[in-house]
């Protein structure tokens, strides 16, 4: 994929992963770069990766048998597709959780990120949610 500014404590947080996870994660990275030159990594929390472009994107974590891809999106991204795996009901964000031996849609999960970096340059989810509420 493209090229980008990577961050150490992203780097450092995939690196102590195990293989599986590192590869996973790093394709995962190499996505959310892919869906916009000017998507910028950093990291919150201490230490997990975030993905920001006028606001937070996605974040990766890491857990003993999968990773979580968090999404911020409030729920407003399209998933035709039906990649995203919990959070439908949640007000701020989703996640899409990847296992060993799974396979990244690249293309699904590309537009799902295209979309919500659309909302965050349109004032972010907060704002379009709230904006629906007085237009009804």
């Known amino acids: 994929m493209g090229t980008y500014l990577a961050r150490p404590g992203v780097d450092a947080y995939i690196a102590g992963l195990p293989e599986w996870q590192r590869e996973l994660c790093q394709h995962l990275r190499d996505l959310a770069h892919a869906a916009d030159p000017e998507v910028e990594e950093t990291v919150k929390r201490t230490v997990q990766p975030y ?26 991204a399209p998933d035709p597709h039906g990649i995203v795996t919990s959070g439908h ?32 340059r349109a004032g972010g989810w907060r704002r379009i949610k709230a904006d629906a509420e007085r237009n009804r």
């Open 51 to 76: 993905f920001v472009l006028q606001g937070n994107i996605c974040a990766l974590l890491a857990t003993k048998d999968h990773v979580n891809l968090f999404l911020y999106d409030g729920g407003l």
């Open 89 to 120: 009901g949640n007000s701020t964000g989703r996640t899409i959780s990847y296992y060993q031996g799974d396979v990244i849609p690249d293309g699904p999960l590309l537009d799902i990120l295209r979309a919500i970096i659309a909302d965050n």
